[in-house]
């Protein structure tokens, strides 16, 4: 091969594009790399000017620069960035190197080397725009070598160390590590010498100050362009304000009558509260990362299996077990340290932490119930001997579950009340921050127990009422609208109300949670449409129809009755409606409560509830109220609450739940009143009559060991009789009449009730 052929093929073969143009820019010889850059076929750009691979705004002008380059010195130039013009009319950025030369005879030629410039821009684009992301990171990144010397220190870390950039680079990174943590910083810098990572690893660093921060660390290799190791990269963020809001919320589990257990994936406990450490008998340093299954040998679901799936804008709820021997929450066995097993309670929900889920469960002791259970039973089947009709052992039984629920009630309302009112100073103090939305959500979770309870309670018959003569039309009518909205408009609603209809003795909140219960349960039936009817009637029961019905007297009632044409049910169903926590529908769209609260509300005013059913045809819910000759009353209006100032003014607390009466003092305290506080009544009559200044308000539990609140009221009343009493309970039976009200003197405050709710009612008590 000559050297000219040899010389032909290198320029050919060259990875860069070459082009030699004449003088008058015709191309004489173009590479294959040329003609593909600019897309012509091989071989066309011979002979074409070279002004035709510049853009169309240049071209113009661009046989003139070449005649001053050609006409100067015509030194080489490297490295031009300009721009190309390809076949299809695309522009993209060239680097471009000349060189012009004189051949033997006389003629001038210029050589162009040129390079595709975009992907080194790109490249170089890509590398400013992480360099911009680092440095207007708020997390602290820090890059060191490999013997610990600081390379890159971005300004989130000037923020969070204190050490400016120009301090640190350079010098080595142990100045903010404290003494007690190297032996950990050498573990992990072994890691990444081989390669490994370390995600969301929680240490301590050393500010410029001297003081030491709290920090969540990802630490990752730093290689070089081949891929070798040659450092360290550790970014760093601030949780120093979240180990402050554990704290707060680990103090809030603390405060649980229950264990609380929190369980990963793998079956590890992540999560514990004092009282599972009594439980159990284990310090919590050996629970943690435990298999709950040395706990509690039956094991827990998986998260999945208590997902609740209904149509709440809560994503997780509380799901309850079903076991065999009971409803609601799943009776098993726990293990004690010393191998003893003891009887329990377990509720589950399912957790999202951000990194995963993990199952809750609330284990609860219930040795002295199952015994008080089984002399129930004993009793129960003492009763059965006599052979009492099969609807008085129903009754008899749904009032067993009532008595059980209420004393259940009553002890998750003193709880929700401290989680509620803990959760919500979090949100007051730690306002816009993170772990106030985190204390929001416990608030909710407080707030939707609270309407658990209520609903508890209702069908238990031990809900407060405030009774008042009712039109009943009228809170039909009041209804009407809300349940248009709420049903669906695939079902029609009609309302046909009598005229002149007497009035009954209930409370219009719980009946209209009635019509509510009743029209969900309807429109459940009707998945596909229907028509539900509300219809209202004076009737008059004689002794004959109030034989076959248990419950029922003769008189005058009012007849209420909700029908709908959906798919009924069958006896076996229509025998149980009533029974809490029965439901037909799928796991986790209802509770079981609609119709036993409907019962309890029902028969708590005096009146009897009714079920007529035929499968496929549809359900018609009869409910009789008996008359009142009372006329009927127009609620006045509650004032709205003024900024409250409780300065001179004395609150004595009585209440034996400690964590509760901590909370309520701490209520009344940052509203300005001055407080005494005792935990039964003994120490509060004694306090009472050593305290030299006037106490202007009782505000007492209503059920405490020892003495009742009523006796403490009426001692506290008798010995200052401008004392005024304003009760407190999530289960007011005692204080309530033989039919289940309140008494026009007694006032009573609903646990679990906000500082608002409290504030509000103190309010009223002192301006009566």
């Known amino acids: 091969m000559s050297l000219e052929s040899l010389t032909g093929l290198l320029v050919d073969e060259a990875p860069d594009a070459v082009i030699i143009s004449r003088a008058d820019g015709t191309v004489a010889l173009a590479n294959r790399r040329a003609h593909g850059m600019f897309g012509y076929p091989d071989g066309s750009l011979v002979g074409r000017s070279v002004d035709d691979l510049v853009p169309d705004e240049v071209r113009a002008v661009h046989p003139q620069h070449r005649a001053g380059y050609l006409t100067s010195a015509h030194p080489p130039l490297r490295r031009l960035p300009l721009r190309g013009r390809r076949s299809d009319g695309t522009v993209f950025p060239v680097e471009v190197s000349l060189a012009a030369v004189t051949a033997p005879g006389g003629d001038m030629y210029v050589t162009a080397v040129l390079r595709d410039d975009t992907a080194h821009r790109e490249a170089a684009q890509a590398r400013a725009l992480l360099a911009a992301i680092v440095q207007s990171s708020h997390d602290a990144i820090v890059t060191t070598d490999l013997d610990g010397v600081v390379l890159t220190w971005n300004p989130g870390a000037e923020q969070l160390y204190g050490h400016s950039a120009a301090t640190m680079v350079g010098s080595r990174v142990d100045r903010i590590i404290p003494a007690d943590r190297k032996v950990d910083e050498d573990e992990v810098l072994a890691l990444v010498r081989l390669g490994g990572r370390m995600d969301r690893y929680r240490t301590h660093r050393r500010h410029a100050d001297g003081s030491t921060i709290a920090v969540s660390l990802l630490v990752s290799p730093l290689r070089d362009a081949t891929g070798t190791i040659i450092g360290v990269t550790t970014t760093a963020r601030d949780i120093s304000d979240r180990e402050v809001a554990e704290a707060r919320v680990q103090a809030v589990l603390d405060a649980a009558p229950d264990a609380l257990l929190g369980v990963d994936a793998a079956g590890q406990v992540v999560l514990v509260n004092a009282e599972a450490e009594r439980m159990f008998g284990h310090p919590r340093h050996d629970l943690t990362h435990m298999s709950v299954r040395r706990l509690l040998p039956d094991g827990l679901p998986p998260a999945s299996a208590v997902l609740r799936t209904g149509g709440d804008s809560t994503p997780l709820d509380t799901e309850m077990l079903t076991g065999a021997a009971a409803q609601g929450w799943a009776t098993r066995n726990a293990r004690h340290r010393d191998g003893s097993d003891l009887p329990v309670e377990i509720s589950c929900s399912a957790l999202d932490t951000g990194t995963g889920l993990i199952v809750v469960a609330a284990v609860r002791d219930i040795t002295d119930r199952l015994a008080a259970q089984a002399e129930q039973q004993a009793l129960r089947a003492e009763a059965e001997q006599q052979k009492l009709e099969a609807r008085f052992q129903r009754t008899q039984r749904l009032e067993s579950l009532g008595q059980l629920a209420g004393g259940v009630a009553h002890d998750f309302n003193n709880l929700l009340a401290v989680?509620?009112?803990?959760?919500?100073?979090?949100?007051?103090?730690?306002?816009?921050?993170?772990?106030?939305?985190?204390?929001?959500?416990?608030?909710?979770?407080?707030?939707?127990?609270?309407?658990?309870?209520?609903?508890?309670?209702?069908?238990?018959?031990?809900?407060?009422?405030?009774?008042?003569?009712?039109?009943?039309?009228?809170?039909?009518?009041?209804?009407?609208?809300?349940?248009?909205?709420?049903?669906?408009?695939?079902?029609?609603?009609?309302?046909?109300?009598?005229?002149?209809?007497?009035?009954?003795?209930?409370?219009?909140?719980?009946?209209?949670?009635?019509?509510?219960?009743?029209?969900?349960?309807?429109?459940?039936?009707?998945?596909?449409?229907?028509?539900?009817?509300?219809?209202?009637?004076?009737?008059?029961?004689?002794?004959d129809h109030a034989a076959g019905r248990a419950g029922l007297h003769p008189g005058r009632y009012v007849r209420v009755r909700v029908s709908d044409t959906g798919t009924g049910m069958p006896k076996n169903v229509i025998d149980k409606a009533f029974d809490p926590f029965f439901t037909t529908k799928p796991n986790g769209q209802g509770t079981g409560l609609g119709l036993a609260t409907v019962y309890g509300i029902i028969t708590q005013s005096g009146g009897t509830v009714q079920i007529y059913s035929e499968a496929g045809l549809g359900t018609t819910i009869t409910v009789l109220l008996p008359v009142t000759?009372?006329?009927?009353?127009?609620?006045?209006?509650?004032?709205?609450?003024?900024?409250?100032?409780?300065?001179?003014?004395?609150?004595?607390?009585?209440?034996?739940?400690?964590?509760?009466?901590?909370?309520?003092?701490?209520?009344?305290?940052?509203?300005?009143?001055?407080?005494?506080?005792?935990?039964?009544?003994?120490?509060?009559?004694?306090?009472?009559?050593?305290?030299?200044?006037?106490?202007?308000?009782?505000?007492?539990?209503?059920?405490?060991?020892?003495?009742?609140?009523?006796?403490?009221?009426?001692?506290?009343?008798?010995?200052?009789?401008?004392?005024?009493?304003?009760?407190?309970?999530?289960?007011?039976?005692?204080?309530?009449?033989?039919?289940?009200?309140?008494?026009?003197?007694v006032y009573l405050l609903e646990k679990p009730f906000t500082s608002a709710e409290l504030m509000q009612a103190l309010q009223e008590q002192l301006r009566r």
Request: charged letters at 20%; proline letters at 5%; aromatic letters at 2%.
């Open 629 to 745: 000759d009372e006329e009927v009353t127009t609620e006045p209006a509650l004032p709205s609450p003024a900024e409250v100032d409780g300065s001179g003014t004395t609150v004595l607390v009585v209440e034996d739940e400690d964590a509760l009466r901590e909370v309520t003092e701490r209520i009344l305290v940052r509203a300005g009143y001055t407080v005494l506080t005792a935990a039964d009544g003994i120490a509060a009559l004694t306090l009472a009559h050593a305290h030299p200044d006037r106490i202007d308000v009782l505000l007492t539990d209503v059920i405490m060991p020892g003495m009742l609140g009523r006796d403490i009221a009426d001692a506290v009343v008798a010995a200052r009789p401008d004392t005024r009493v304003l009760f407190m309970s999530g289960y007011a039976q005692p204080v309530l009449t033989t039919h289940g009200t309140l008494s026009a003197d």
């Open 419 to 543: 989680i509620l009112n803990y959760a919500a100073f979090i949100v007051e103090d730690g306002e816009g921050t993170a772990f106030a939305k985190d204390a929001e959500q416990i608030a909710r979770a407080a707030r939707r127990g609270s309407e658990l309870t209520h609903q508890l309670l209702s069908f238990a018959r031990r809900e407060v009422i405030r009774p008042r003569p009712l039109d009943v039309n009228t809170v039909v009518t009041e209804v009407h609208q809300m349940l248009l909205r709420s049903i669906g408009e695939h079902i029609t609603l009609a309302t046909r109300t009598a005229p002149e209809l007497p009035a009954v003795m209930a409370d219009p909140g719980q009946l209209e949670q009635v019509l509510v219960n009743l029209a969900v349960n309807a429109r459940d039936a009707m998945p596909a449409g229907g028509h539900l009817t509300i219809d209202t009637a004076a009737v008059i029961v004689d002794s």
